[in-house]
C-alpha cells in the first residue's frame, strides 16, 4: 500500500518529478468532513522551549509541554504536582485567521506559538481511516494528537494531509499543533519580502474520514483533440484492481474502468458535442462524480469543473482555440478591511474578484506571490477569471542548495495537484523578480520541468526583470526558452528619474515569438490625498491616475503584448513601507485602498478594459 504521509521538507525528496506526487485526499465533496474551524486556545514559545531537549532537560520539565503532555488529565491524577502551562486555560483565536490580527501584542510576534483544539467525533466504522487535512499553517507546522506526533510540514501556502487513524479517539481529543513563523535562508520564501508574511493556522482545518480504500485523487481535462481524459488514484490495502466510474450527469457521460496495480485508473473518451466549454464570458462548471467500489465500501468524490483549452500559438494565446487578452491586475491575499487576518472565506474571495470581474471589467487575476487559498481559486473558477498562481521563489533563495531546490519543486506539485481541476488556472509562474545568473537559471529551469511533467496542459511563465539602456528596454533573460508566456515587472515613472512625459520616449526591444505579459506596473496613492494641479506630485491620487494613463500608452506600443496585470488590487500590508505620512507599513500602489476605497485609477483601469476586446 502506497503511504500516505505528510511529505516532510526535512526528509530528502526523490529526484523524479513523478515522484514528488503529496498526499492529497482530493477536496471535492466528500461524504465524511468534520470541519475544526472555530476558537482555538494558544500559547506563545519564545524560546521554543516546546521543541528543545537539552540533556533529557524538557523531558524532565513543566514547561511548555503542550505537545505530549494533557494538563487537565494529568492534574487530575494523584501526585503529579504542578505544570507551568495550560492551554486550556490559555487565550483564544479564530482559526483560521494569522495571528498578528488577532491581538495587538502579536502583530509583530514571529516564531512559535502552540495551538490546541479539543474535539469530539462519532464511533469509527469497522476498517475505517481518519486523515488530517491542513490547507494552510505558515510557516513550519508540528503536529501532535492526544500526545503523539503525527507529522511536520514546511511551507505556509500548500496543503498536507496526515494519516491519524491510529491515534484518533472517539472522543476526548487533543489537537495541538505548534506553528513556527520565523523563515532563514533556507525558507522559500526567504527572511526579507516585500509583504507581510503572517504566522499562524491561516487556512481551513478538517477532520476527513474515509473507507480503509479510498478515493485519494482524481483529475478531468479537456486536450486540443476534443477528448476528455483524466484518471483516479485509490490508496489502501486494496486498491488494485477495482472497479470505478466517473459520472457527469448533465453531459449524459457514464465510463467505467478498472484500477491497475498501483491503483490507479484512466479515462479517455470523446468529449460530447453538448459540452460547453469554460470561459470568461460564459464560465460554464459540471458536476462530475468519481466513485470506487472496494472491499470496505463505495468511496465517492464530487468535483465541480469546467472543461477549456488553452495553448500558445506565436504571440497569440489561444483560449479554445481562438486568442485572448488579458484583462487583470496583481492580488496578494488580504481581504479588505483595516486589520486584515489572511482570511479568505467565500464571502471575503468573492469581494475581492467581484472588483476584478465587474469593477474593472477584467478576465484574468494574478496571484502574487505564492499560491492562494483554494476558496479563492474555486471562486474565479465560478466567476470566470483566468489565474496565474505563483510559488514563492521571490528574489533570491539559496540557489545552490539541493534541498532548496526539492523544497521548491515539493511547494510545486502540492499547489499543481490541488488545483489542476480547475478550469481558471492558466499559467503556473516559477519565480518573480530574482536576478540573473547561472545558478538561479538551473533552479527556475529545473521548477519549469516540473511543471511541465505534472500538469502540461498549463503554460509556464515568470515574473522577469527588464535590462535598460537609455530609453530602450529589453529582456536578456537565459531563462526565456523554458517559458511558453513572458512576463515582465517594469515601474518607469515611479521609480527612477523618469517624469511621465519620459514614458513616451522608452522603446521596447523585446522578442516577438512569444506572448507577453507585464506581470507589474504601479505606483502609490494614498487614497483621500489629492494634487489637483497640473502636473500633480507623488502619492496623490492624481499622480497615481496620471501614471496609470502615460503606461498604458507605452505599453500599447508593444506588438506582442498579450496581457497586463498592474500592481496592485488593493493596499497590502509590508512592513518595509514606513513613510510616516502615507505608508505606515501599507503597500499603497493599490487600485483600492485597504478599506476598499476606490482611487481615481481604478476608473482609468476600468475605461481601458472596457474598451480593449478580449479576443
Same mark, same amino acid.
Given at each position: 500500500?502506497?503511504?500516505?504521509?505528510?511529505?516532510?521538507?526535512?526528509?530528502?525528496?526523490?529526484?523524479?518529478?513523478?515522484?514528488?506526487?503529496?498526499?492529497?485526499?482530493?477536496?471535492?465533496?466528500?461524504?465524511?468532513?468534520?470541519?475544526?474551524?472555530?476558537?482555538?486556545?494558544?500559547?506563545?514559545?519564545?524560546?521554543?522551549? +516546546?521543541?528543545?531537549?537539552?540533556?533529557? @532537560?524538557?523531558?524532565?520539565?513543566?514547561?511548555?509541554?503542550?505537545?505530549?503532555?494533557?494538563?487537565?488529565?494529568?492534574?487530575?491524577?494523584?501526585?503529579?504536582?504542578?505544570?507551568?502551562?495550560?492551554?486550556?486555560?490559555?487565550?483564544?483565536?479564530?482559526? *483560521?485567521?494569522?495571528?498578528?490580527?488577532?491581538?495587538?501584542?502579536?502583530? @509583530?510576534?514571529?516564531?512559535?506559538? @502552540?495551538?490546541?483544539?479539543?474535539?469530539?467525533?462519532?464511533?469509527?466504522?469497522?476498517?475505517?481511516?481518519?486523515?488530517?487535512?491542513?490547507?494552510?499553517?505558515?510557516?513550519?507546522?508540528?503536529?501532535?494528537?492526544?500526545?503523539?506526533?503525527?507529522?511536520?510540514?514546511?511551507?505556509?501556502?500548500?496543503?498536507?494531509?496526515?494519516?491519524?487513524?491510529?491515534?484518533?479517539?472517539?472522543?476526548?481529543?487533543?489537537?495541538?499543533?505548534?506553528?513556527?513563523?520565523?523563515?532563514?535562508?533556507?525558507?522559500?520564501?526567504?527572511?526579507?519580502?516585500?509583504?507581510?508574511?503572517?504566522?499562524?493556522?491561516?487556512? *481551513?482545518?478538517?477532520?476527513?474520514?474515509?473507507?480503509?480504500?479510498?478515493?485519494?485523487?482524481?483529475?478531468?481535462? $479537456?486536450?486540443?483533440?476534443? /477528448?476528455?481524459?483524466?484518471?483516479?488514484?485509490?490508496?489502501?490495502?486494496?486498491?488494485?484492481?477495482?472497479?470505478?466510474?466517473?459520472?457527469?450527469?448533465?453531459?449524459?457521460?457514464?465510463?467505467?474502468?478498472?484500477?491497475?496495480?498501483?491503483?490507479?485508473?484512466?479515462?479517455?473518451?470523446?468529449?460530447?458535442?453538448?459540452?460547453?466549454?469554460?470561459?470568461?464570458?460564459?464560465?460554464?462548471?459540471?458536476?462530475?462524480?468519481?466513485?470506487?467500489?472496494?472491499?470496505?465500501?463505495?468511496?465517492?468524490?464530487?468535483?465541480?469543473?469546467?472543461?477549456?483549452?488553452?495553448?500558445?500559438?506565436?504571440?497569440?494565446?489561444?483560449?479554445?482555440?481562438? *486568442?485572448?487578452?488579458?484583462?487583470?491586475?496583481?492580488?496578494?491575499?488580504?481581504?479588505?478591511?483595516?486589520?486584515?487576518?489572511?482570511?479568505?472565506?467565500?464571502?471575503?474571495?468573492?469581494?475581492?474578484?467581484?472588483?476584478?470581474?465587474?469593477?474593472?471589467?477584467?478576465?484574468?487575476?494574478?496571484?502574487?506571490?505564492?499560491?492562494? %487559498?483554494?476558496?479563492?481559486?474555486?471562486?474565479?473558477?465560478?466567476?470566470?477569471?483566468?489565474?496565474?498562481?505563483?510559488?514563492?521563489?521571490?528574489?533570491?533563495?539559496?540557489?545552490?542548495?539541493?534541498?532548496?531546490?526539492?523544497?521548491?519543486? /515539493?511547494?510545486?506539485?502540492?499547489?499543481?495537484?490541488?488545483?489542476?481541476?480547475?478550469?481558471?488556472?492558466?499559467?503556473?509562474?516559477?519565480?518573480?523578480?530574482?536576478?540573473?545568473?547561472?545558478?538561479?537559471?538551473?533552479?527556475?529551469?529545473?521548477?519549469?520541468?516540473?511543471? /511541465?511533467?505534472?500538469?502540461?496542459?498549463?503554460?509556464? %511563465?515568470?515574473?522577469?526583470?527588464?535590462?535598460?539602456?537609455?530609453?530602450?528596454?529589453?529582456?536578456?533573460? *537565459?531563462?526565456?526558452?523554458?517559458?511558453?508566456?513572458?512576463?515582465?515587472?517594469?515601474?518607469?515613472?515611479?521609480?527612477?528619474?523618469?517624469?511621465?512625459?519620459?514614458?513616451?520616449?522608452?522603446?521596447?526591444?523585446?522578442?516577438?515569438?512569444?506572448?507577453?505579459?507585464?506581470?507589474?506596473?504601479?505606483?502609490?496613492?494614498?487614497?483621500?490625498?489629492?494634487?489637483? +494641479?497640473?502636473?500633480?506630485?507623488?502619492?496623490?491620487?492624481?499622480?497615481?491616475?496620471?501614471?496609470?494613463?502615460?503606461?498604458?500608452?507605452?505599453?500599447?506600443?508593444?506588438?506582442?503584448?498579450?496581457?497586463?496585470?498592474?500592481?496592485?488590487?488593493?493596499?497590502?500590508? %509590508?512592513?518595509?513601507?514606513?513613510?510616516?505620512?502615507?505608508?505606515?507599513?501599507?503597500?499603497?500602489? +493599490?487600485? $483600492?485602498?485597504?478599506?476598499?476605497?476606490?482611487?481615481?485609477?481604478?476608473?482609468?483601469?476600468?475605461?481601458?478594459?472596457?474598451?480593449?476586446?478580449?479576443?
Amino acid at each position: 500500500m502506497r503511504r500516505l504521509l505528510c511529505l516532510l521538507a526535512f526528509v530528502a525528496l526523490p529526484a523524479l518529478a513523478g515522484d514528488l506526487r503529496p498526499p492529497l485526499l482530493l477536496t471535492g465533496q466528500r461524504a465524511d468532513v468534520q470541519d475544526l474551524s472555530g476558537r482555538w486556545t494558544y500559547s506563545r514559545d519564545y524560546y521554543r522551549t +516546546g521543541l528543545t531537549d537539552i540533556n533529557g @532537560w524538557v523531558a524532565k520539565s513543566r514547561m511548555q509541554r503542550h505537545r505530549d503532555v494533557d494538563v487537565a488529565a494529568a492534574e487530575a491524577r494523584p501526585g503529579t504536582g504542578f505544570f507551568e502551562f495550560d492551554l486550556d486555560r490559555g487565550p483564544a483565536m479564530a482559526i *483560521p485567521g494569522a495571528w498578528n490580527a488577532a491581538e495587538p501584542e502579536l502583530r @509583530w510576534y514571529d516564531g512559535l506559538i @502552540w495551538f490546541q483544539r479539543r474535539f469530539d467525533v462519532t464511533a469509527p466504522r469497522p476498517g475505517e481511516r481518519s486523515f488530517l487535512r491542513f490547507e494552510g499553517v505558515n510557516y513550519r507546522a508540528h503536529v501532535y494528537l492526544n500526545g503523539r506526533e503525527v507529522g511536520r510540514h514546511e511551507g505556509g501556502f500548500t496543503p498536507f494531509v496526515l494519516e491519524v487513524t491510529g491515534a484518533l479517539r472517539a472522543s476526548g481529543n487533543r489537537l495541538v499543533v505548534g506553528v513556527d513563523s520565523r523563515h532563514d535562508a533556507q525558507s522559500i520564501p526567504g527572511e526579507i519580502t516585500d509583504w507581510d508574511l503572517y504566522g499562524g493556522i491561516t487556512r *481551513p482545518v478538517k477532520l476527513i474520514r474515509t473507507p480503509a480504500t479510498f478515493i485519494d485523487d482524481a483529475t478531468l481535462r $479537456l486536450t486540443d483533440t476534443g /477528448r476528455l481524459v483524466g484518471s483516479l488514484q485509490l490508496d489502501g490495502t486494496q486498491a488494485a484492481g477495482r472497479a470505478v466510474r466517473l459520472r457527469i450527469a448533465a453531459l449524459g457521460v457514464t465510463v467505467q474502468a478498472r484500477t491497475d496495480a498501483s491503483g490507479q485508473a484512466r479515462f479517455d473518451i470523446a468529449a460530447p458535442d453538448s459540452l460547453q466549454r469554460w470561459s470568461p464570458e460564459a464560465p460554464t462548471l459540471y458536476d462530475v462524480a468519481f466513485e470506487a467500489d472496494a472491499g470496505s465500501g463505495t468511496d465517492r468524490v464530487r468535483e465541480r469543473i469546467g472543461f477549456r483549452t488553452l495553448a500558445v500559438k506565436g504571440a497569440d494565446i489561444l483560449l479554445n482555440g481562438k *486568442p485572448v487578452f488579458l484583462k487583470g491586475v496583481s492580488l496578494h491575499e488580504e481581504e479588505i478591511g483595516a486589520n486584515p487576518a489572511r482570511r479568505l472565506d467565500d464571502a471575503a474571495a468573492r469581494r475581492l474578484l467581484g472588483e476584478v470581474k465587474h469593477g474593472l471589467h477584467g478576465n484574468y487575476v494574478r496571484l502574487s506571490h505564492y499560491p492562494h %487559498s483554494e476558496t479563492l481559486l474555486r471562486a474565479a473558477d465560478e466567476l470566470g477569471l483566468l489565474v496565474w498562481s505563483e510559488i514563492p521563489v521571490y528574489w533570491t533563495v539559496a540557489w545552490d542548495d539541493p534541498a532548496v531546490l526539492l523544497k521548491a519543486r /515539493r511547494m510545486q506539485a502540492e499547489t499543481i495537484y490541488r488545483d489542476r481541476n480547475r478550469a481558471a488556472l492558466a499559467l503556473w509562474s516559477v519565480g518573480n523578480e530574482t536576478p540573473v545568473a547561472e545558478n538561479r537559471t538551473r533552479f527556475h529551469a529545473a521548477l519549469a520541468a516540473t511543471v /511541465r511533467a505534472l500538469d502540461p496542459g498549463r503554460l509556464v %511563465s515568470a515574473a522577469l526583470l527588464v535590462e535598460r539602456e537609455g530609453d530602450t528596454l529589453r529582456i536578456a533573460d *537565459p531563462l526565456l526558452p523554458h517559458l511558453d508566456v513572458m512576463a515582465v515587472n517594469t515601474y518607469a515613472g515611479w521609480y527612477g528619474d523618469d517624469t511621465l512625459q519620459d514614458l513616451a520616449r522608452i522603446r521596447w526591444a523585446l522578442p516577438t515569438t512569444k506572448p507577453l505579459l507585464i506581470s507589474e506596473f504601479g505606483a502609490d496613492a494614498l487614497a483621500g490625498h489629492h494634487d489637483p +494641479g497640473a502636473e500633480p506630485k507623488k502619492w496623490s491620487e492624481e499622480f497615481q491616475a496620471a501614471y496609470y494613463r502615460a503606461t498604458l500608452a507605452m505599453l500599447g506600443r508593444i506588438p506582442n503584448l498579450r496581457g497586463l496585470s498592474p500592481w496592485v488590487l488593493k493596499d497590502f500590508r %509590508s512592513p518595509r513601507r514606513e513613510h510616516p505620512v502615507f505608508q505606515n507599513g501599507w503597500n499603497r500602489k +493599490g487600485l $483600492l485602498s485597504e478599506t476598499g476605497q476606490r482611487k481615481q485609477a481604478f476608473d482609468v483601469l476600468a475605461e481601458h478594459y472596457e474598451m480593449t476586446p478580449g479576443r
